[in-house]
């Protein structure tokens, strides 16, 4: 009697705990399921009038594996959030560190602001602001041309470089934070107890701070890395044609061609990328953390 | 503390920064009150005609009604969903729990433009193309995760002990949610709330690919005007949206130590 009582209840408890999660389930299984969908119409042939005939076939990646250039796109985008990722890092770093030990709060809040207003305004807008100040008529080369360093205007916009900018911009926001919030758990007598014992400030910061803040990095690279692997506004209107990403590569399937199949393949390839780099980035970490102890 | 030449250096590198993330918005800023037809910058002559137009435009004022309807909506679900999730990791262990943190994460971390190919693949099959619900789920998928952390941050704040306390007292569990709970996290809900307003309201890669010509967002007005070539109406709207940022962000500040959020 007692026991099927408190079954009774203990059962109402686990259905009450579910209930808590069911929301945010039925919104990512209604997503798991869109995946699926998705990756059912890569399956699919292209037809130029009706978009896909439900015929299945592995055609659509045989033909992007065969192809060269498209093949060469997954390096290239690789390439290019790699670059972004550690730029990011070593501009974010300093100012990460910076916030953490800066004593006054009111500047640590200012700062906080400011770089959290950029986060919320639409990506669109920022890109808008770079083809401003990188364009032949924008303000760098108008300064420039003012200035009489050059005659003919530099050709900073449409190219890899510009891209680049745009991206560490819209980035750094979050990785500053990242590394922030685990500057910020270091504890200062750690690094007070270093140089009290006679190191100079940079091993310190070396061997003490740089290690603890490992997380920080960690998680505020992946994140970025994982987001400019699938980047293709910064190269759609920063990049002038030269910088082809396989977001940009599946984002023009969709919209222009209309070639639902392939573009579905082309995001499932980016898909798997990702998630393979992610997770060989922890296992990275993994080693290196193992290998400290 | 003595200002050392490394601190100088620190804090000269921080204001670049600054520079570098604000500057971009700063030109739009003033190219929007060009009165010429070319983004030049400074601007020649100063005028509001760009402003006027983009205001008197019709596809504007249909984008922005869309645009916020969508945010309202989403913000809301986002949040409850957030609320729950959060409530729910917080106050019960269970196995498993971290696979569900990454499933529920995976939207928000992964290319934003997944989802929205996703999505679309999946409305077309039940007609649900040029609908909202599309982009309301998408943009839901992509915001709660930030309103779950954001509550769970605060989360530790309310000690339980006040629930237990009410309970005793007799309160019914819903009781407690709503008189005790939830008040007590006010700051963090409105947070979430207006994050995930946000987050909807700019979204571009998500609703680029579920948008049609009768349902259009803001975000995906302004890359269609960009990708057609830019002209300084585009400059107008972004000042709108650099000024409620701006509010965002201050708002946000009252409510909540800003550190908490990320």
């Known amino acids: ?46 037809s130029p009038l009706k978009m896909f005939i439900p015929k299945y076939t592995i055609e659509n990646y045989i033909n992007f594996f065969t192809n060269s250039f498209f093949v060469k796109r997954i390096f290239s985008t690789i390439y290019l959030s790699m670059i972004v990722t550690v730029l990011t890092l070593i501009v974010a770093y300093p100012v990460g560190y910076y916030l953490a030990r800066v004593s006054s709060p009111v500047i640590r809040t200012i700062i906080l602001a400011i770089l959290l207003c950029p986060f919320f305004v639409v990506m669109v807008v920022r890109v808008y602001g770079w083809i401003a100040i990188l364009s032949d008529n924008g303000i760098i080369n ?51 107890a270093a140089i009290t014992s006679g190191a100079s400030s940079f091993r310190t910061f070396y061997h003490i701070t740089l290690p603890l803040s490992i997380p920080g990095i960690y998680s505020g690279t992946s994140i970025i890395f994982g987001t400019n692997l699938g980047a293709f506004l910064h190269p759609i209107f920063l990049g002038g044609g030269y910088v082809q990403t396989l ?19 082309i995001s499932f390839i980016m898909l798997f990328m990702i998630l393979s780099l992610l997770y060989v980035y922890s296992k990275i970490i993994r080693y290196f953390k193992i290998m400290r102890r | 503390m003595r200002i050392t030449s490394k601190k100088r250096i620190l804090s000269i590198f921080i204001i670049l920064v600054i520079l570098f993330l604000i500057g971009p918005l700063f030109i739009v800023m003033g190219i929007s009150f060009n009165s010429g037809t070319i983004m030049a910058f400074p601007p020649k002559g100063f005028s509001f005609y760009w402003y006027r137009k983009i205001l008197e435009s019709n596809s ?55 989802t929205g ?59 407690t949610l709503t008189q005790i709970t939830i008040p ?49 109406g585009i400059a107008a709207i972004s000042v709108l949206f650099i000024i409620m940022a701006v509010v965002i962000v201050y708002t946000l500040s009252r409510l909540i130590k800003l550190e908490l959020a990320i």
């Open chain 1, 1 to 46: 009697m007692r026991s099927s009582i408190s079954s009774f209840f203990s059962k109402k408890k686990i259905l009450f705990k579910i209930l808590f999660f069911l929301p945010a389930l039925i919104f990512s299984i209604f997503w798991v399921i869109s995946l699926i969908y998705a990756f059912n119409i890569s399956l699919f042939i292209y």
């Open chain 1, 142 to 192: 108008n300064i420039l041309m003012w200035l009489h360093f050059i005659d003919k205007p530099l050709r900073i916009l449409y190219n890899l470089p510009a891209v680049i900018i745009g991206l560490i911009e819209v980035n750094l926001s979050i990785m500053v934070f990242s590394i922030y919030t685990s500057i910020v758990g270091i504890d200062t007598s750690f690094e007070e």
């Open chain 1, 247 to 265: 977001g940009l590569l599946a984002y023009k399937r969709f919209e222009l061609t209309l070639n639902w199949p392939m573009g579905a393949a």
């Open chain 2, 60 to 114: 504007m004022k249909s984008a922005f009604k869309m645009s916020f309807i969508t945010a309202t909506i989403s913000a809301f679900i986002a949040t409850i969903i957030g609320f729950l999730t959060a409530y729910g990791m917080d106050r019960h262990r269970f196995k498993g729990k971290s696979i569900i943190e990454t499933l529920f994460s995976a939207p928000m971390m992964l290319p934003h433009m997944i």
């Open chain 2, 117 to 175: 190919v996703s999505l679309l693949t999946l409305s077309q099959q039940f007609r649900l193309i040029g609908t909202i619900f599309p982009i309301l789920i998408g943009h839901v998928l992509i915001s709660f995760p930030f309103c779950t952390r954001i509550i769970s941050s605060s989360l530790p704040a309310v000690d339980p002990s006040y629930e237990e306390a009410a309970k005793i007292s007799g309160a019914t569990t819903f009781q």
């Open chain 2, 184 to 232: 007590l996290l006010k700051p963090a809900i409105i947070s979430s709330a207006l994050f995930s307003f946000v987050i909807s309201f700019t979204d571009t890669s998500v609703a680029l690919f579920l948008t049609t010509e009768s349902i259009n967002t803001i975000p995906v007005l302004l890359f269609q005007y960009l990708y057609s070539g830019a002209d300084p």
